[in-house]
């Protein structure tokens, strides 16, 4: 569950993300994982400055 979590935390986006949500952290268990995947996902898909 906190694997998740650690690897996000690689991202820029997702340090932020990780921090804000560190309150919430009941929802982020579950959030996180899609989340997860969807930053992870644009970043790729729309690297910035990398075009």
Known sequence: EQSDSEEVGNSLSSKVYYKITNRKKKV?????????????????????GYE
């Open 28 to 48: 982020i268990k579950e959030y996180s994982k899609n989340k997860n995947i969807t930053v992870i996902k644009k970043r790729n898909v729309k690297p910035q």
